[in-house]
């Protein structure tokens, strides 16, 4: 047995890269589902007779959906492995995907999609896990970005495949595109991903693995910087279809353009990531992302407060800079949680990204029910998410000089 764990362990250190470029693989499944079919909104709505933000609600449900995924796949995947929990989620991922397809009703349409994100909760929810497995500290951080810039092509090149997808033949054919997708990833993780998860003779429940990780004030702090992070993201992603294609009159080929430039930018900012974690810890440096945050939604907020018409321009540029710096705050945010839990790194995986998405879900719910038309609830509600995120990580690492650190992590 220990033999062959050698082995292994042998094998996994000589393909990194390969390694690395799957887990981006199968995590790009999330961007996909999420951002081909914004492009199709309009027209989904037009289809089902709804309003756009009815459509704009399966988003949420998605969102709300992965989270119950990786809330279920983390402690499964530490407690039966890595491979199992993924292949399961990808067959549901998969069957929900032709489920949308078939479907002929705004119910049918949000039920399956959020299967379809249970599914892929469950599956995704192992790529940081299996990242923790075989690494630590700044590697684990540099690991983690390099995937990252991998799987940022996905939130590039998904609203240009919904797109062309829309105008070839349907919006149909984006989620059949979605299942074929899913499918291939599996066939080759089927192949090629050995099982990472470290074996142990003690076993701990679910509950008690949840219990450890939200019991630690450090790794709280990061909970919350990474949740609020992702609220203001989807806030952004929930409105860009209404707010370009509606408010500005921007076309459904150009908007995929204006929506790429963020991720272009996040890439950019990624790989400066990369290279200053050769000189600063991942907590230093995700604290430079929440400042610059704050700093750029406020000044967003003074603009359209000063513009009576405020210019696509300047408000592009203003989002640019506010996503691009979830670069220096998630992938710093993962590698500074999990590296207080070696044996649950899936589960502290799951409770950083449900939380997350569940952030989204409700902030993407709350612009879309503020929806009047203007630029104020995407905004309002973007900076409110950076303002809470930074403040709530400041406030519990400064409670953890007050408490014993063998009780709460500190």
Same mark, same amino acid.
């Given at each position: ?33 999420? !951002? ?39 402690? /499964? ?35 399956? @999609? ?7 909760? +469950? ?23 390099? +995937? ?48 990472? @998860? ?10 008690? @693995? ?38 500005? !009159? ?24 990369? @290279? ?21 939604? /406020? ?85 409110? $998410? ?13 409670? $953890? ?8 992590? $500190?």
């Amino acid at each position: 047995m220990a033999e062959n764990i050698e082995k292994q362990a042998a094998t996994i250190s000589h393909n990194v890269a390969q390694l690395i470029l799957l887990l981006a693989g199968l995590t790009a499944i999330a961007p996909l589902a999420i !951002d081909a079919y914004l492009p199709a909104m309009p027209l989904m709505a037009s289809e089902f007779a709804v309003s756009i933000h009815d459509i704009e609600l399966s988003l949420s449900l998605f969102l709300a959906g992965f989270a119950v995924g990786q809330l279920t796949g983390g402690p /499964l995947s530490d407690h039966f492995g890595r491979r199992r929990i993924i292949f399961v989620g990808l067959i549901l991922f998969c069957i929900a995907s032709m489920g949308i397809v078939l479907s002929h009703t705004l119910h049918g349409l949000w039920g399956w @999609r959020v299967v379809q994100a249970i599914g892929g909760g +469950m599956a995704i929810v192992n790529s940081s896990a299996v990242i923790r497995d075989i690494s630590s500290g700044r590697d684990s951080a540099r690991y983690l970005s390099h +995937m990252a810039i991998i799987m940022m092509i996905a939130p590039l090149i998904a609203p240009l495949i919904g797109t062309l997808c829309l105008y070839l033949a349907g919006w149909h054919s984006i989620f059949i595109v979605l299942f074929v997708y899913a499918l291939l990833i599996g066939l080759l993780l089927h192949r090629l991903l050995p099982e990472t @998860r470290q074996i142990s003779t003690h076993k701990t429940s679910a509950l008690r @693995r949840y219990y450890e990780v939200l019991s630690h004030r450090k790794a709280l702090a990061y909970l919350a910087a990474q949740s609020f992070t992702y609220g203001g993201l989807f806030s952004f992603i929930t409105a860009s279809p209404s707010v370009y294609m509606v408010y500005f !009159d921007v076309s459904a080929s150009v908007y995929p353009f204006l929506f790429g430039i963020n991720v272009l930018m996040m890439i950019v900012v990624n790989r400066i990531n990369v @290279r200053l974690l050769h000189y600063y810890d991942p907590p230093c440096l995700l604290r430079l992302g929440q400042i610059l945050q704050v700093v750029t939604g /406020l000044m967003m907020l003074f603009y359209i407060v000063i513009s009576p018409a405020p210019a696509l321009s300047m408000i592009v540029m203003g989002i640019m800079v506010f996503i691009s710096s979830q670069a220096l705050i998630v992938s710093n945010a993962i590698a500074s949680t999990v590296e207080f839990f070696p044996r649950s790194s899936a589960t502290a995986t799951a409770v950083l990204g449900s939380f997350g998405f569940l952030s989204g879900a409700a902030s993407g719910l709350l612009v879309s029910s503020l929806g009047d038309g203007s630029l104020w609830p995407m905004i309002t509600v973007m900076t409110g $998410c950076a303002i809470a995120g930074l403040t709530l990580k400041t406030l519990i690492l400064h409670s $953890c000089k007050h408490f014993p650190a063998n009780k709460t992590g $500190c």
